[in-house]
């Protein structure tokens, strides 16, 4: 699991080039936020989380499995990853910032991942 990337990832690479495409300014993996956000929009307030839908348990992905082996293990830790990132949007929402999740799975299509990001941009801003 030492391998497991969990910045500059491709889901996050196509989410910054989109984002910097529309002319969005940001910041990447801001350490002193909770939660160390993906993308900060500091103008907006605003932060941008790029779930894996594997170790973040997209409902209802094809990538959202259990592994065969070691299930209680994996269930535990899913567990814990789900409640920690609650208590990250709540604090983010306690200090005034706007949260948005954008899953792995989403990135596959470029178009339509940036018809989402321009609604909820358009919505939020």
């Known amino acids: 699991m030492s391998r497991i990337r969990y910045k500059d990832t491709k889901p996050e690479l196509t ?3 989109i984002l910097h ?3 969005y300014r940001f910041r990447l993996h801001v350490k002193s936020m909770p939660g160390c956000p993906d993308i900060v929009l500091p103008k907006y307030r605003m932060v ?3 779930h894996g839908c594997f170790w973040h348990r ?8 259990i592994p065969k082996s070691r299930q209680a293990f994996w ?23 706007k949260t948005f999740v954008i899953w792995e799975c989403e990135t596959a299509n ?7 990001v321009v609604d909820y941009l358009d919505n939020s801003v």
């Open 75 to 97: 269930k535990k830790k899913f567990e814990m990853n789900d409640k920690r990132h609650k208590k990250v949007i709540k604090d983010l929402d306690k200090i005034g910032w």
């Open 48 to 50: 941008i989380f790029v």
């Open 21 to 23: 495409k529309m002319g």
């Open 110 to 116: 470029p178009d339509k991942l940036h018809e989402k």
């Open 15 to 17: 989410v910054r080039s």
């Open 58 to 65: 997209h409902p209802g992905c094809k990538y959202a499995y």
